[in-house]
C-alpha cells in the first residue's frame, strides 16, 4: 500500500480501477459522477488505455460489451438516468456471461430527479432493471477507501464468475473527499496473465485449422430448450454467488443489543454516527450493513436476531427498498420500522436517534 | 479433377436460415471471399446486428459477436479499441443501422473508427414479418403502412450514404447492388476495397448494397430484382461517394 492522499469518491474509483488493471473505459457524462469520466480522460492515456468518451450511455455500456467480450477488464459509469439507459446493455452482458463493472454514483429519481445523493436505484440493481432472469453482483461502497477498494473487488469477481458487477455508490461518496490508500499497478506480468485469462472463450488473434476457434459473444438462444438450459446454468451460477460472495459488516451488533439498524453505504454512515451516540446514552444497538446488496446478507441479519432484539429500524435514502429484503429474513419474528429521506436529502444522526428513542417508547407502552 | 468453386473457409458449414432468393447468402459470400483472398480469417472479427442477419454470428467462420439491435458499431468499437491488431466489421440491415442504430452508426463513422460497416437496404423489416424500414420507399405497402408509405405523415427514406458523406473521418463510402450479375462483381471490389482498408488500419469504410426481400415484397426473386432497379434506384442510386485512397476521391 502507498501513501494516502485526499481525493473525491468518484476520482478513486477511477483510480484503482486503473490499477486494478482497466484499460478501457467508455463513458458519457452526468453529473454527480462527471469527474469520474474526467479523471479517466485525464490518466487513462498515461496508462496506455483507451478512453472514450460515448455518444450515450447506450452506445458506452455496447462498447463495454465489445471490449469486455474481447476478454479486456471493462467499465462504464454514470448516475441515475444514465444507468437506466445501460439497462439494455448490462441484460445482454448477464446473458453472454461477460465480466464487466458499471458504477452508478446514485442521485435522485424517477425521471430526472435532482443531482443529490439518493439510494433510489436499490430495486433497479439488486432486482433487474434489465429485462430477464438476470443477476447483478452489487457492491454498496460507505467511504472513499471503500469505494475504491470495490474497483479491484468489482473486476476480481467479474472475471471470476463471468458476470457484470455494480459498484451502488450515490453522490455523496462521489463528491466528497476523504483519505485514500491504493493497492499497486498491477505488474506488466500480472496484465498478460489478465489478458490471457478469458482467451478459452472471448474474442482474440485467430490461428489456422486445426487450432482455428470460432467464439460467439452472444445472449440469443433462439432454441427454448438451449435457453432453458443456459438459463438455468445462469441460476446455478447466481446460487454459487450467493453461497460464496456475501459481504457484511457488523458495527457494535452484541448478543444483547435491543435493537438493530440495518442499512447500506451513506445511509449507513450516518446510522454509525447515531449509534455512537446512542450506545453512550446507554441504549443497546447496532447496525448491519450490507456491502453486498446483491447477493444479500439474509442470514447475518436473521443471525443477529437474538431473543434480546425488540425492533429493526432500516433506513435508506429512499420509500423505502431495502426494507423488503430485511423483512424476508426477519420473518416477521420482530417489528420492522423504516426511516426514509428522499429527494436527495440526507437524513441526520439526530433524526436517527429521535426515530430509536420513539421506537423504544412504543415498545415501552 | 479441378476444384473452380467451392464454400469459403471464412463460412461455416451451417445452412443458411434465409429465405429463398434472399441476398443475405450473396453478401454473406462477398464478405467471407474477400476475408480469405485478404488472408485475414485469423486476424478477423464481425459484429451480427438484430434482423435477419441475426444469425450471422453463426455463418462466418471466426470470433463473432451478437448485438443488441442498432448497438453493432457500438460493440465494434469496443472490440476494435480493445483488440487493436485485430480486425472489426458490423453487418446490418436497414431497421438496425438506419432507424435504431443512427446514433451508433453516425458517431462511429464520424469517429473514423477503424472498421468496416456492410450494410444491407431491402427498404423493409424482414425478420419481423414485413414492417416498415427507415428506407421503405414512398407509397410502399408493408404490414405497418398498409396504405403504403406516405412521405407528408412519416417522411421520406433515409439515404445512409448521403447522410455519412457529410462527416469528415470516413474514409471510404460506396453503395452497390446485388440485383444482377454484374453488379454482384461489382459489389464484390466494393467489399474488397473495404476490407483492405480496413486490413491497413486507415480508417471507416462503408459498403451499401442495395438489396431485395421477395418473401416480405410478395414477389418472385426475379420479380424483385426488376422491381428494385426501377423503384430503389432513383432513391439509391449505386455510387461511389468517397474513397480517400485514391487522389481526388475526398
Same mark, same amino acid.
Given at each position: 500500500?502507498?501513501?494516502?492522499?485526499?481525493?473525491?469518491?468518484?476520482?478513486?474509483?477511477?483510480?484503482?480501477?486503473?490499477?486494478?488493471?482497466?484499460?478501457?473505459?467508455?463513458?458519457?457524462?452526468?453529473?454527480?459522477?462527471?469527474?469520474?469520466?474526467?479523471?479517466?480522460?485525464?490518466?487513462?492515456?498515461?496508462?496506455?488505455?483507451?478512453?472514450?468518451?460515448?455518444?450515450?450511455?447506450?452506445?458506452?455500456?455496447?462498447?463495454?460489451?465489445?471490449?469486455?467480450?474481447?476478454?479486456?477488464?471493462?467499465?462504464?459509469?454514470?448516475?441515475?438516468?444514465?444507468?437506466?439507459?445501460?439497462?439494455?446493455?448490462?441484460?445482454?452482458?448477464?446473458?453472454? /456471461?461477460?465480466?464487466?463493472?458499471?458504477?452508478?454514483?446514485?442521485?435522485?429519481?424517477?425521471?430526472?430527479?435532482?443531482?443529490?445523493?439518493?439510494?433510489?436505484?436499490?430495486?433497479?440493481?439488486?432486482?433487474?432493471?434489465?429485462?430477464?432472469?438476470?443477476?447483478?453482483?452489487?457492491?454498496?461502497?460507505?467511504?472513499?477507501?471503500?469505494?475504491?477498494?470495490?474497483?479491484?473487488?468489482?473486476?476480481?469477481?467479474?472475471?471470476?464468475? &463471468?458476470?457484470?458487477?455494480?459498484?451502488?455508490?450515490?453522490?455523496?461518496?462521489?463528491?466528497?473527499?476523504?483519505?485514500?490508500?491504493?493497492?499497486?499497478?498491477?505488474?506488466?506480468?500480472?496484465?498478460?496473465?489478465?489478458?490471457?485469462?478469458?482467451?478459452?472463450?472471448?474474442?482474440?488473434?485467430?490461428?489456422? /485449422?486445426?487450432?482455428?476457434?470460432?467464439?460467439?459473444?452472444?445472449?440469443?438462444?433462439?432454441?427454448?430448450?438451449?435457453?432453458?438450459?443456459?438459463?438455468?446454468?445462469?441460476?446455478?451460477?447466481?446460487?454459487?454467488?450467493?453461497?460464496?460472495?456475501? &459481504?457484511?459488516?457488523?458495527?457494535?451488533?452484541?448478543?444483547?443489543? /435491543?435493537?438493530?439498524?440495518?442499512?447500506?453505504?451513506?445511509?449507513? &454512515?450516518?446510522?454509525?454516527?447515531?449509534?455512537?451516540?446512542?450506545?453512550?446514552?446507554?441504549?443497546?444497538?447496532?447496525?448491519? &450493513?450490507?456491502?453486498?446488496?446483491?447477493?444479500?446478507?439474509?442470514?447475518?441479519?436473521?443471525?443477529?436476531?437474538?431473543?434480546?432484539?425488540?425492533?429493526?429500524?432500516?433506513?435508506?435514502?429512499?420509500?423505502?427498498?431495502?426494507? /423488503?429484503?430485511?423483512?424476508?429474513?426477519?420473518?416477521?419474528?420482530?417489528?420492522?420500522?423504516?426511516?426514509?429521506?428522499?429527494?436527495?436529502?440526507?437524513?441526520?444522526?439526530?433524526?436517527?436517534?429521535?426515530?430509536?428513542?420513539?421506537?423504544?417508547?412504543?415498545?415501552?407502552? | 479433377?479441378?476444384?473452380?468453386?467451392?464454400?469459403?473457409?471464412?463460412?461455416?458449414?451451417?445452412?443458411?436460415?434465409?429465405?429463398?432468393?434472399?441476398?443475405?447468402?450473396?453478401?454473406?459470400?462477398?464478405?467471407?471471399?474477400?476475408?480469405?483472398?485478404?488472408?485475414?480469417?485469423?486476424?478477423?472479427?464481425?459484429?451480427?446486428?438484430?434482423?435477419?442477419?441475426?444469425?450471422?454470428?453463426?455463418?462466418?467462420?471466426?470470433?463473432?459477436?451478437?448485438?443488441?439491435?442498432?448497438?453493432?458499431?457500438?460493440?465494434?468499437?469496443?472490440?476494435?479499441?480493445?483488440?487493436?491488431?485485430?480486425?472489426? $466489421?458490423?453487418?446490418?440491415?436497414?431497421?438496425?443501422?438506419?432507424?435504431?442504430?443512427?446514433?451508433?452508426?453516425?458517431?462511429?463513422?464520424?469517429?473514423?473508427?477503424?472498421?468496416?460497416? $456492410?450494410f444491407v437496404n431491402n427498404a423493409i423489416y424482414g425478420m419481423t414479418g414485413g414492417q416498415m424500414a427507415p428506407t421503405t420507399l414512398p407509397g410502399m405497402k408493408t404490414s405497418t403502412s398498409p396504405y403504403g408509405r406516405d412521405e407528408k405523415d412519416i417522411g421520406y427514406p433515409i439515404t445512409a450514404c448521403e447522410l455519412l458523406n457529410t462527416l469528415r473521418a470516413p474514409y471510404y463510402i460506396e453503395r452497390v447492388s446485388l440485383l444482377s450479375p454484374q453488379d454482384i462483381l461489382k459489389a464484390k471490389k466494393a467489399v474488397l476495397k473495404a476490407m483492405t482498408y480496413n486490413k491497413e488500419n486507415r480508417g471507416f469504410t462503408f459498403v451499401e448494397f442495395v438489396s431485395t426481400c421477395p418473401t416480405n415484397w410478395g414477389m418472385t426473386p426475379l420479380d424483385a430484382q426488376k422491381w428494385?432497379?426501377?423503384?430503389?434506384?432513383? $432513391?439509391?442510386?449505386?455510387?461511389? $461517394?468517397?474513397?480517400?485512397?485514391?487522389?481526388?476521391?475526398?
Amino acid at each position: 500500500m502507498g501513501e494516502k492522499v485526499l481525493m473525491k469518491g468518484n476520482e478513486a474509483v477511477a483510480e484503482a480501477a486503473i490499477r486494478a488493471g482497466c484499460r478501457h473505459y467508455f463513458a458519457y457524462p452526468i453529473t454527480p459522477q462527471s469527474e469520474l469520466i474526467e479523471y479517466m480522460s485525464r490518466m487513462m492515456p498515461k496508462a496506455g488505455g483507451t478512453f472514450l468518451q460515448a455518444e450515450s450511455e447506450l452506445a458506452a455500456v455496447n462498447m463495454v460489451y465489445g471490449a469486455a467480450g474481447c476478454g479486456k477488464r471493462a467499465m462504464t459509469s454514470s448516475s441515475s438516468p444514465g444507468i437506466s439507459l445501460k439497462m439494455e446493455g448490462i441484460s445482454y452482458m448477464a446473458g453472454a /456471461e461477460l465480466p464487466a463493472v458499471v458504477v452508478n454514483v446514485q442521485r435522485g429519481g424517477p425521471g430526472l430527479g435532482d443531482i443529490q445523493p439518493s439510494q433510489g436505484d436499490y430495486f433497479q440493481a439488486t432486482k433487474g432493471g434489465g429485462h430477464g432472469d438476470y443477476k447483478l453482483i452489487v457492491l454498496a461502497p460507505n467511504s472513499v477507501q471503500e469505494f475504491a477498494d470495490m474497483a479491484d473487488l468489482a473486476f476480481e469477481l467479474a472475471d471470476k464468475y &463471468r458476470n457484470p458487477v455494480m459498484i451502488l455508490s450515490d453522490g455523496l461518496l462521489g463528491q466528497m473527499m476523504e483519505p485514500v490508500e491504493f493497492k499497486p499497478h498491477k505488474t506488466e506480468k500480472e496484465m498478460e496473465q489478465l489478458d490471457k485469462q478469458h482467451f478459452d472463450w472471448c474474442m482474440h488473434h485467430n490461428q489456422d /485449422e486445426p487450432n482455428h476457434h470460432h467464439h460467439e459473444v452472444n445472449s440469443l438462444e433462439i432454441d427454448p430448450k438451449v435457453l432453458e438450459k443456459h438459463v438455468i446454468k445462469l441460476g446455478e451460477k447466481y446460487e454459487k454467488i450467493k453461497a460464496n460472495e456475501v &459481504r457484511y459488516e457488523e458495527y457494535k451488533v452484541t448478543d444483547d443489543c /435491543e435493537y438493530l439498524i440495518v442499512a447500506f453505504g451513506t445511509a449507513a &454512515r450516518i446510522a454509525k454516527s447515531a449509534i455512537d451516540e446512542l450506545n453512550e446514552e446507554g441504549v443497546k444497538i447496532g447496525l448491519i &450493513r450490507p456491502i453486498t446488496v446483491w447477493p444479500y446478507p439474509y442470514e447475518a441479519i436473521a443471525k443477529a436476531l437474538t431473543p434480546s432484539v425488540k425492533k429493526i429500524l432500516v433506513t435508506e435514502l429512499n420509500l423505502g427498498q431495502m426494507i /423488503e429484503d430485511v423483512k424476508l429474513a426477519v420473518e416477521g419474528k420482530v417489528p420492522v420500522e423504516f426511516l426514509g429521506k428522499v429527494g436527495g436529502i440526507l437524513f441526520t444522526p439526530q433524526e436517527i436517534k429521535d426515530k430509536i428513542k420513539g421506537m423504544q417508547g412504543e415498545t415501552c407502552k | 479433377m479441378q476444384v473452380i468453386a467451392q464454400r469459403p473457409k471464412s463460412l461455416t458449414d451451417l445452412n443458411f436460415t434465409y429465405c429463398p432468393g434472399c441476398t443475405h447468402g450473396i453478401s454473406h459470400r462477398l464478405i467471407a471471399e474477400a476475408v480469405d483472398e485478404l488472408g485475414m480469417r485469423n486476424i478477423m472479427m464481425g459484429v451480427a446486428p438484430v434482423g435477419c442477419s441475426v444469425f450471422a454470428y453463426k455463418f462466418f467462420n471466426f470470433d463473432m459477436a451478437e448485438a443488441a439491435h442498432g448497438r453493432a458499431p457500438a460493440v465494434a468499437t469496443g472490440m476494435k479499441r480493445a483488440r487493436p491488431n485485430m480486425h472489426v $466489421f458490423t453487418y446490418q440491415g436497414d431497421g438496425d443501422l438506419a432507424a435504431i442504430g443512427t446514433s451508433e452508426i453516425i458517431h462511429a463513422a464520424n469517429r473514423g473508427e477503424k472498421i468496416s460497416v $456492410f450494410f444491407v437496404n431491402n427498404a423493409i423489416y424482414g425478420m419481423t414479418g414485413g414492417q416498415m424500414a427507415p428506407t421503405t420507399l414512398p407509397g410502399m405497402k408493408t404490414s405497418t403502412s398498409p396504405y403504403g408509405r406516405d412521405e407528408k405523415d412519416i417522411g421520406y427514406p433515409i439515404t445512409a450514404c448521403e447522410l455519412l458523406n457529410t462527416l469528415r473521418a470516413p474514409y471510404y463510402i460506396e453503395r452497390v447492388s446485388l440485383l444482377s450479375p454484374q453488379d454482384i462483381l461489382k459489389a464484390k471490389k466494393a467489399v474488397l476495397k473495404a476490407m483492405t482498408y480496413n486490413k491497413e488500419n486507415r480508417g471507416f469504410t462503408f459498403v451499401e448494397f442495395v438489396s431485395t426481400c421477395p418473401t416480405n415484397w410478395g414477389m418472385t426473386p426475379l420479380d424483385a430484382q426488376k422491381w428494385a432497379k426501377e423503384n430503389m434506384y432513383p $432513391f439509391f442510386p449505386v455510387k461511389l $461517394f468517397r474513397d480517400k485512397g485514391v487522389e481526388g476521391g475526398e
